[in-house]
Every structure is written in structure tokens, then in C-alpha cells.
């Protein structure tokens, strides 16, 4: 019986480790994801032109291999993929260690929990919601809250972006981006073994409040500054 709870554990813990390693690769996936994304949203400062031929490149990418999309429908598949992968494993890791969890844990389990750390259940939740209405707003069905054109990239964004709702409802969830940022950069680098010195935990730190500030904030900057009517 000892011998075989061994091995259940073993196993277990093996299991843990892994869904952690496909959640930091997966997550590192989108880290690469959204700062190519920044990078296409910021080309709006350059005007409509600029954006909308961005827009245009990305569908033309891979021709006449690929058909025309054909590239951003692959790349897209790998994200959805990637995040099955994530929230999977997300929903399981947090089941065992809810499974594993003294009771009287609970009562300080926040104590020397940092707010990115707290909130990253939810966080996440908020992201994942956020991403399916995105999608509708700005890829799959084109929706245009102020009821004007869908086939404009460009126009479509400062439509959206001309409203204050939509500004609030984008910049909340930029919040909730930078906090999963900051929190899973930390964790990825626990997870790949890069944080055993205090040295090694400061930098991993530093690294996710670089890339929550960087992201979180280059993102922000567009809506608002369509919503202050700097981009027209």
C-alpha cells in the first residue's frame, strides 16, 4: 500500500509539473502574440493608410502558398490551441492545490499574496471574456457599436474607441492583462527553475513589471488617445 501511494504521488507530481510547463510555454506563446499585436495597434499613430495597409499585409502574409487569410487563420488556430492548453491546465492546478489545501490556510492565504498574484483567477476569467467580445468587435463578426462601417479597419477602431464605455470597458481589461502579465512572468521563470537566488526572483520581478507596463500600457495608449481625439 505505501509503495503504491508512492507512486500515485509520483505520478501526481510529475503531472503537476508538466501542466505547469505547457501553461509557461503556452503563456509565453501569448506574450509573443500581444507584443506583435501592440506593435499593429500603434501603427494608428501613423494614420489610416498606415494601419489599414498593416491590416491588409497580415491577410496577404504566406500567398500563394497560403490563401489569402490563410497565414492569420493558422496563427490563430495555434493561439486557440495554446489557449485550451492554458486555461486547462490553469482550471486543473488550481483544483489540486484547492483539493490540497489545509483549511486553516484559508484565513491568511492572502497575507503575503501580492494583488497580481490575488487576482489571477480572475484576472484571467476577465481576459478570457474580454478576448471572445474582441473578437466579435474586431475580427469575427465586425461589430461597430456606433453603427458605422465594419470594412475599414481603421474607422471601425475609432468608432469603438470614440466611445468612452468602450475606452473603459478596453482599459479595465488592460488592467486585468498587465496584473496576469506580471504574475505569470514570475511564475513561468519559477516553473523553468530561473529563480532559486533572491537575485533570480528580483529579476524575474522586474521582468514582469516591465512587460506588464510595456504591454499593458502600449495597448492603452491607442483608445485613449482616439477618445481624446488625437487619432481621428
Keep these: 500500500m ?8 509520483a505520478r501526481a507530481s510529475r503531472s503537476t509539473i508538466t501542466l505547469k510547463i ?3 510555454g503556452s503563456g509565453a506563446l501569448f506574450i509573443l502574440y500581444v507584443l506583435l499585436h501592440m506593435y499593429g495597434n500603434l501603427k494608428a499613430f501613423s494614420g489610416e493608410s498606415a494601419f489599414n495597409e498593416y491590416a491588409e499585409h497580415l491577410r496577404e502574409l504566406g500567398e500563394p502558398m497560403l490563401p489569402y487569410a490563410g497565414f492569420l487563420w493558422l496563427f490563430r488556430s495555434a493561439l486557440i490551441i495554446a489557449l485550451v492548453v492554458h486555461v ?13 489545501r489545509p483549511v486553516q490556510y484559508e484565513v491568511n492565504k492572502y497575507k503575503h499574496s501580492s494583488i497580481s498574484s490575488r487576482t489571477m483567477r480572475w484576472g484571467g476569467l476577465t481576459l478570457l471574456l474580454f478576448l471572445v467580445w474582441h473578437l466579435l468587435n474586431f475580427t469575427i463578426v465586425k461589430v ?10 481603421y474607422q471601425l477602431m475609432v468608432d469603438t474607441f470614440g466611445l468612452w464605455w468602450m475606452t473603459l470597458i ?6 486585468a492583462l498587465g496584473l496576469h502579465l506580471h504574475h505569470g512572468t514570475f511564475s513561468a521563470a519559477q516553473t523553468l527553475g530561473w529563480t532559486s537566488t533572491a537575485a533570480a526572483r528580483t529579476r524575474a520581478r ?8 510595456v504591454i499593458a500600457g502600449g495597448f492603452s495608449l491607442v483608445p485613449l488617445f482616439t477618445l481624446f481625439g488625437v487619432i481621428d
Design 88 to 100: 486547462y491546465a490553469a482550471v486543473t492546478l488550481w483544483k489540486r492545490a484547492k483539493a490540497a
Design 22 to 24: 505547457l501553461m509557461a
Design 2 to 9: 505505501a509503495t503504491s501511494t508512492l507512486v500515485r504521488g
Design 170 to 175: 478596453y482599459l479595465a481589461a488592460m488592467v
Design 144 to 153: 461597430n457599436p456606433t453603427g458605422g462601417e465594419t470594412n475599414n479597419p
Design 206 to 213: 522586474t521582468l514582469g513589471w516591465v512587460l506588464a507596463v
